[in-house]
């Protein structure tokens, strides 16, 4: 039998369409309900689900009174705010084109992302980099004045047609702008009865900021979808209160990435957490050893998911729908998944890639102004995720590392190439070569192993990355070498650096 997944295609997105009046069409039903809470260990900010589409809608109106129109790009440069939600889905809502992006990015890395895209407009907050645009700016201040304006009607067309873009490291060492349509929140029920085991009466707490994909899918846009409560930290919330807020705010399903279960599971006290049905885990690998500690810690589960910025979560663990223990998780019904050889589909239990059909109603549409690296990305009908695995016989997918050289920086994927890129610029720089490094159990870092000049130190190289690189794709390790390894064809071998780095410190400083 071959590697293959296939049950059946999921029921079409509907058409006409439009993603942001998908999410918000629980409030017509029930304008009162609380959408959102913005929780602390001192008190709640709410906001009901009237209020919150008045005032995505407001904003809306407010970006067409800008001037601006179906299919313009707008730049969002926004912090941990309740602003960056309802500005996404402003722009989405009358056929604009948000494209959101992490707080922590350089002005040199925004500048980029402005030359590729073009924007109409960029939305910045104060203490956030916004490069040097040549569009109009509009700033957090006046932005929030929008919201109880004139409100705009959504705007329905094709589900096909391209909603929003968010930039993944790319394998070339380039940010990729991924295109991704209307329809992709359709495909994302999917992942409600096979990885949430969400309902309208669930209360989700989610530890990540507003503005990450992971918080605005799971912790936001897939809860509103079906009339749930989000229940998010209020910036700069430490980790050591969370169990304290999911009490006191009685959250039913709690959303963090395995960084976040570790340093909760740092103590020995018994977590107390009568209302906490399971919790989710997506961004990196959850280990079998930490799901064990926090099932004996809490008496709830962890379910798992895999996926990326180019098709979000497709293989899952489940309530309803466990996998295999150590596995990544089953694919969810509708989803057609596959593990490829050069051949196609490998054979039940071999070594393959994962993949994705093309068809999937979630991938994406494509790389921005990128055909031929879109086309790279496909073996026939097959999206190629850059990640290896095997199919056990009852369809779980069991994880076997990347088939390059990406790396995992607490739940960001960051090419060693694009670092490495970065570091070239400084003079002195003869070699480097980045990988990630195992420091301790479940815990990776990105690591950097340099050949320069004399006068070019570790600290020197520690600077030079904080002007050059968002915090999530700095080094934190940094270790002078005679030379890099090398493969038979000459070429870096960073698999080497990284075994060679960990069977070194092994023991030493691993926990």
């Not at 304290?244 to 009685?250: E, F, L, N, P, V």
């Not at 520690?462 to 090398?486: C, G, H, M, S, W």
Request: aromatic share 8%; glycine share 8%; proline share 6%.
């Amino acid at each position: 039998m071959l590697s293959i997944f296939d049950k059946g295609a999921p029921p079409p997105c509907p058409s006409p369409f439009n993603m942001a009046q998908y999410v918000l069409q629980k409030a017509s039903e029930q304008p009162g309900k609380t959408a959102l809470s913005v929780v602390s260990t001192k008190g709640v900010t709410t906001l009901s689900y009237a209020e919150l589409e008045a005032a995505v809608l407001g904003v809306a109106q407010g970006f067409l009174n800008q001037g601006l129109s179906a299919g313009d790009i707008i730049l969002m440069r926004l912090g941990n705010t309740v602003d960056f939600p309802i500005t996404y889905l402003a722009a989405i809502a009358v056929g604009m084109v948000p494209v959101p992006t992490s707080s922590m990015l350089t002005d040199r890395e925004v500048d980029k992302m402005i030359a590729e895209l073009s924007p109409a407009l960029v939305v910045s907050a104060p203490e956030v980099a916004t490069g040097n645009p040549t569009c109009p700016v509009i700033s957090q201040s006046e932005l929030q004045s929008l919201k109880h304006g004139a409100q705009a009607s959504y705007h329905l067309a094709d589900p096909n047609r391209l909603a929003y873009i968010v930039y993944t490291s790319g394998t070339s060492g380039t940010p990729r702008a991924v295109m991704h349509a209307h329809r992709a929140i359709w495909a994302r029920r999917m992942m409600m009865n096979d990885w949430y085991g969400l309902n309208s009466a669930d209360r989700l707490l989610h530890a990540g900021a507003f503005n990450w994909t992971f918080t605005m899918g799971a912790g936001l846009m897939d809860p509103w979808s079906i009339g749930a409560t989000s229940l998010i930290l209020e910036p700069d919330t430490p980790i050591g209160d969370i169990p304290q807020i999911m009490a006191q705010h009685k959250a039913s399903i709690f959303a963090a990435v395995p960084g976040v279960y570790r340093k909760l599971l740092q103590g020995e006290t018994l977590l107390e957490l009568d209302t906490l049905r399971h919790s989710l885990s997506a961004g990196e690998k959850l280990s079998e050893s930490l799901r064990d500690r926090w099932l004996t810690r809490t008496g709830t589960d962890i379910f798992e998911a895999f996926g990326m910025s180019e098709c979000s979560t497709f293989i899952s663990h489940a309530p309803r729908n466990r996998a295999e223990t150590g596995a990544l998780g089953r694919p969810q019904a509708g989803r057609r998944v596959a593990l490829l050889g050069d051949n196609g589909p490998v054979a039940l239990g071999e070594t393959g890639q994962i993949a994705i059909h093309h068809d999937d109603p979630g991938l994406m549409l494509g790389y921005f102004n990128a055909p031929d690296a879109t086309q790279r990305r496909f073996h026939g009908h097959w999206f190629l995720t850059g990640d290896l695995g095997h199919m056990s016989e009852d369809g779980s997918i069991h994880y076997e590392g990347r088939a390059d050289d990406m790396m995992n920086a607490g739940g960001f994927r960051v090419s060693p190439l694009e670092v490495e890129m970065a570091f070239s610029a400084l003079p002195g720089v003869q070699q480097i070569g980045v990988t990630d490094v195992e420091i301790k159990t479940d815990t990776r870092v990105i690591a950097a192993f340099y050949v320069t000049d004399e006068n070019v130190s570790a600290e020197t190289l520690e600077a030079f990355a904080k002007d050059a690189l968002a915090r999530y794709k700095q080094p934190r390790i940094y270790q002078r070498v005679n030379a890099l390894p090398t493969n038979a064809n000459g070429k870096l071998d960073r698999k080497r650096l990284r075994a060679d780095y960990e069977a070194k410190h092994h023991g030493s400083d691993q926990a």
